[in-house]
Nanobody, 116 residues
């Protein structure tokens, strides 16, 4: 079983930047995809960005050109750099891991609030 620990959520002003990270532990050799989803109050959880072990990325249209996902396979850690943040980016951000065995794992979530 993979365990995930997220960090970096915070309150930031519109137009600001923030980085969140997620470190995986235990059985990390099984990890293929790492990524981030988010859930705003009253909304469904939605994709933000994912990245495969080989570095292929996928972004939601709403964050393209503003957010950048990256990962360090040696550290089993995924990062999300968020720039030009908007109030609508406010949500709980969840780390996601998908394994080669078809298993899905989720972090506990970290709050990102964009407000003046």
């Amino acid at each position: 079983q993979v365990q995930l620990v997220e960090s970096g959520g915070d309150l930031v002003q519109p137009g600001g930047s923030l980085s969140v990270s997620c470190a995986a532990s235990r059985n990390t050799f099984q990890i293929n995809v790492m990524g981030w989803y988010r859930q705003a109050p009253g909304s469904q959880r939605e994709l933000v960005a994912t990245i495969t072990r080989l570095g292929s990325t996928n972004y939601a249209d709403s964050v393209k050109d503003r957010f950048t996902i990256s990962r360090d396979n040696a550290k089993a850690t995924v990062y999300l750099q968020m720039n030009s943040l908007k109030p609508e980016d406010t949500a709980v951000y969840y780390c996601y891991v998908g394994t080669y065995r078809g298993e899905d794992y989720w972090g506990q979530g970290t709050q990102v609030t964009v407000s003046s």
